[in-house]
Nanobody, 129 residues
Framework: QLTESGGGSVQAGGSLRLSCEAS????????MGWFRQVAGKEYEGVAT???????SYAGSVKGRFTISKDNANNTLYLQMDSLKPEDTAMYYC?????????????????????????WGQGTQVTVSS
């Protein structure tokens, strides 16, 4: 189970920190990530992190967002700085089933949302101009 929190409304240039608490089978994942979706549009991968804390980011957020995790508390984070109105979306955390241990691949350009069978309920981020 994955439970997100930390979304909200902020003005452009502001910051938010999303959290995602993992429990159950998701604690044995190799790769976790953040995705976002604007209503009516496709999901967009935002960032991923593997078990060794290797990260990858979408070009649109690189340099502004930071993904991290606290293994002791089974919590995934997404620090979002210099937010823009185009960052407005529902944000979801996701985890693989552990199957990615076989390939050790955890990069957005290679993976798709179908590689992540576990998803949270989402948290809304709204950035006003």
């Amino acid at each position: 189970q994955l439970t997100e929190s930390g979304g909200g409304s902020v003005q452009a240039g502001g910051s938010l920190r999303l959290s995602c608490e993992a429990s159950g089978y998701t604690k044995s994942s190799y790769c976790m990530g953040w995705f976002r979706q604007v209503a009516g549009k496709e999901y967009e991968g935002v960032a991923t992190i593997d078990i060794d804390s290797g990260t990858s980011y979408a070009g649109s957020v690189k340099g502004r967002f930071t993904i991290s995790k606290d293994n002791a508390n089974n919590t995934l984070y997404l620090q979002m700085d210099s937010l823009k109105p185009e960052d407005t979306a529902m944000y979801y955390c996701a985890a693989d089933s552990g199957h990615l241990f076989a390939t050790k691949i955890c990069r957005l350009l290679v993976l798709s949302r179908t590689d992540f069978p576990y998803w949270g309920q989402g948290t809304q981020v709204t950035v006003s101009s």
